[in-house]
């Protein structure tokens, strides 16, 4: 009897243990630049049309699927280990806050990955690769053929593995086997003006990238009062009785990131270091960390956008060429877009004294693995259209006012991005300190 009743109020222990504990949910939604594709993608793969027009062009933009740590991340990751010895060690006192299936998973945690290929696509990586472009393709049928042809389809990528191997991926969503041959790609050039044109550009590395002062939000919100309770929490719940830095803190939240991602079936066990509080404090300080260096904190770093908006405009414009045009690149260019196109613009710049909670500009929503943007091209019985899908939804742009815009609109509204876009000065150290402009509102 006395077991029994042992044996019931562990359960029960164990019971209320899992209910207060993080919710998986909660989890997949909160994960930043490292949420996987599988919980954004719209599975909705039905045909979009529009009485009297006809989808004829599509030009999107993809960051690289699913990938393996930095080599930066992945030279941290002793540091994890040793962290989860101390805090088994911890658990086995009874201290800390996991359940025993968490402990277990801590318990079996190791990292198994050559350093030679760190940022490498993962396998995660291409199934996103292949389901998005075969979804793409089932939606707008007329832009983007069945069947391969180099004089219709252009396929770029950076000289990056895993946007090269996105490429390659995506393409065996688009089409047969025995094509894969003949598929010709782009040739990835170091630099690259339109699919990474922040890279080697001067003045942007040095005005905002290298700039001490575009993280001074992010450091201000790594010392405020809300993370130094943050960092408590999760000492706290890991049973340890020391206070971890807000360094090996991000990497959980990163490992947590890049482990959920890449495996279908279980969240990492570096999640479990995190409440619903703690979670989304890291991830505001990443978001707010992307918000001064790639989004509406600096005006240069999306202006530079125009490089790959005016492409796309250019190639909409083109009488005969290509019908479809697939780039393959960087979170830094999807998020320089997005803001270059006004989206997903916070009512007031974020800043670090507090969280903002209810802000449009998060990357777990926008800048997932393999987030891409499409516009397509209509040509409609009153002209052509563009519609705009972004996660592979359809999206009203802020200067529209319908989702299918009229290309002429657009055009007068970005006329700057198509015919005031020079690289050279907007990119060169050269002494012009009128182009220094910072929006300071
Ligand atoms: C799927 O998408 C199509 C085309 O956009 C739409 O008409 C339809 O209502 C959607 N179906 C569901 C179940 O949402
Ligand atoms: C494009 O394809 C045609 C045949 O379909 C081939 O003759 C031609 O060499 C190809 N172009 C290039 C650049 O490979
Ligand atoms: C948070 O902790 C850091 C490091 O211990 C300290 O420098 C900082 O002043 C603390 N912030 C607040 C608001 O107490
Ligand atoms: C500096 O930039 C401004 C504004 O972009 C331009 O009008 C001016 O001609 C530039 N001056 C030089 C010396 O390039």
Same mark, same amino acid.
């Given at each position: !009897? ?35 594709? %599988? =919980? %954004? ?18 030009? !999107? ?5 699913? %990938? ?51 940022? +490498? ?14 979804? !793409? ?17 252009? =396929? ?112 990492? $066990? ?10 989304? !404090?890291?991830?505001? +300080? ?32 083109? %009488? ?57 091209? =209509? ?26 815009? $009229? ?35």
């Amino acid at each position: !009897m006395q077991i029994l009743l042992t044996v019931i109020v562990l359960a029960l222990i164990n019971y209320i243990d899992s209910v207060s504990s993080i919710k998986t949910s909660f989890i997949r939604q909160h994960l930043g630049s490292r949420t996987p594709y %599988r =919980f %954004r993608a719209n599975k909705n793969d039905s045909r979009i049309k529009y009485p009297g027009c006809k989808d004829i062009k599509i030009w !999107m933009v993809i960051r690289h699927g699913t %990938r393996l740590p930095s080599q930066k991340d992945l030279n941290a990751v002793s540091s994890l280990l040793e962290l989860k010895y101390e805090v088994l060690w911890q658990q086995e006192y009874g201290k800390g806050q996991l359940t025993n299936e968490q402990f277990n998973r801590l318990q079996e945690w190791r990292v198994n990955i050559d350093p030679d290929q760190d940022s +490498y696509l993962t396998l995660e990586g291409q199934d996103e690769m292949i389901l998005l472009a075969e979804r !793409m393709q089932k939606r707008f049928p007329s832009a983007i053929k069945q069947k391969y042809s180099n004089k219709t389809f252009l =396929f770029r990528y950076t000289a990056t593995q895993r946007a090269q191997q996105s490429a390659r991926y995506f393409t065996n969503g688009l089409f047969e086997k025995k094509d894969a041959q003949d598929i010709i790609f782009a040739p990835a050039t170091r630099v690259d003006t339109v699919l990474r044109f922040y890279k080697h550009c001067d003045r942007w590395l040095s005005q905002v990238k290298r700039n001490p002062e575009t993280y001074k939000e992010t450091r201000l919100f790594g010392l405020s009062r809300q993370m130094n309770k943050t960092l408590e929490s999760v000492s706290y719940r890991l049973g340890l009785s020391r206070v971890l830095r807000l360094e090996t803190v991000e990497l959980m939240y990163k490992f947590c990131g890049y482990e959920t991602s890449w495996d279908k079936h279980h969240i990492s $066990p570096w999640c479990y270091a995190f409440d619903e509080d703690s979670m989304q !404090m890291l991830e505001y +300080y990443h978001d707010l960390k992307a918000y001064w260096l790639d989004g509406y904190g600096h005006e240069l770093s999306y202006r530079q956008a125009c490089m790959s908006i005016k492409n796309m405009f250019e190639f909409f414009d083109k %009488r005969d060429g290509y019908q479809s045009i697939f780039m393959f690149s960087h979170s830094g260019t999807i998020l320089k877009v997005l803001t270059h196109m006004k989206l997903y613009q916070p009512s007031s710049p974020l800043r670090g004294d507090a969280i903002v909670k209810d802000r449009p500009w998060k990357l777990s929503e926008i800048d997932s693995f393999a987030a891409n943007l499409a516009f397509v091209l =209509f040509r409609c019985k009153d002209g052509d259209h563009v519609l705009t899908l972004h996660q592979e939804r359809i999206i009203k742009l802020p200067m529209c006012k319908h989702e299918l815009c $009229p290309l002429k609109h657009l055009k007068e509204y970005f006329h700057d991005s198509i015919y005031k876009c020079d690289y050279t000065d907007m990119c060169s150290l050269q002494p012009n300190s009128t182009n220094v402009q910072v929006e300071n509102n």
